[in-house]
């Protein structure tokens, strides 16, 4: 079993910064935490939940959403078994619900290759 916690969000206005934290915990990532990739995704009111960024644990690997891409930036402390997502220039369409998730080998953009997920965290980025 992983746990995951997330933490960060809140009100911004539109240009603003948020740093998004996720802290993994649980036998299973602690022992082998570099066999693990994580992402951030995130979901609207109405919409579906879509891929923001994920990072290979063992080669810090990346990959960014199209619309993300030069605004956030995804970073791992393997001694904290914790998970960052800085957010910058932020807009409307960022706001919603963030969560991080963890699979086991490389990452991928599909929310539906998860296993694990967090409880998420709102960020709302007013105009």
């Known amino acids: 079993q992983v746990q995951l916690v997330e933490s960060g969000g809140g009100w911004v206005q539109t240009g603003g910064s948020l740093r998004l934290s996720c802290t993994a915990s649980g036998r299973a990532f602690s022992s082998d935490a570099m066999g693990y990739a994580m992402g951030w995704f995130r979901q609207a009111p109405g919409k579906e939940r879509e891929f923001v960024a994920a990072i290979r644990w063992s080669t810090i690997s990346t990959r960014y959403a199209e619309s993300v891409k030069g605004r956030f930036a995804i970073s791992r402390d393997n001694a904290k078994n914790t998970l960052y997502l800085q957010m910058n220039s932020l807009n409307p369409e960022d706001s919603g619900i963030y969560y991080c998730?963890?699979?086991?080998?490389?990452?991928?953009?599909?929310?539906?290759?998860?296993?694990?997920w967090g409880q998420g965290t709102q960020v709302t980025v007013s105009s």
């Open positions: 998730a963890t699979r086991p080998g490389s990452s991928d953009t599909n929310p539906g290759l998860y296993d694990y």
